[in-house]
């Protein structure tokens, strides 16, 4: 089963930027979608961004700040953030699913935290 890691996370201030990245253990191909979710303290997991294909698509308050992107090999995608902000802050996860077998897969996630 394909393994997915996530890099990145750390301590920045409101305003500041962040690249995530998510490494495969093979190639993401394998994958009808990839996905970033955020984990906030007390909520539920929520979608941030989602790759298919070379279709994106982002949740509202992300739009225009963050950006999803594959890498330049097969194995790597990315979710640059920039003009973060205090709600932004949370434990950020890489996702893979695919659709013809209906499997998804989660990385162990990378904690961002945005400070003032």
């Known amino acids: 089963q394909v393994q997915l890691v996530e890099s990145g996370g750390g301590l920045v201030q409101a305003g500041g930027s962040l690249r995530l990245t998510c490494t495969a253990s093979?190639?993401?191909?394998?994958?009808?979608?990839m996905s970033w979710y955020r984990q906030a303290p007390g909520t539920k997991r929520e979608m941030v961004a989602v790759?298919?294909?070379?279709?994106?698509n982002y949740r509202d308050d992300v739009k225009g700040r963050f950006t999803i992107l594959r890498g330049n090999d097969k194995n790597t995608i990315f979710l640059q953030m920039t003009d973060l902000k205090l709600e932004d802050t949370g434990v950020y996860y890489c996702?893979?699913?695919?659709?013809?077998?209906?499997?998804?897969?989660w990385g162990q996630g990378t904690r961002v935290t945005v400070s003032l």
């Open positions: 093979e190639s993401i191909s394998a994958f009808t979608h």
């Open positions: 996702g893979g699913y695919n659709e013809d077998e209906d499997l998804g897969v």
């Open positions: 790759l298919t294909g070379v279709y994106t």
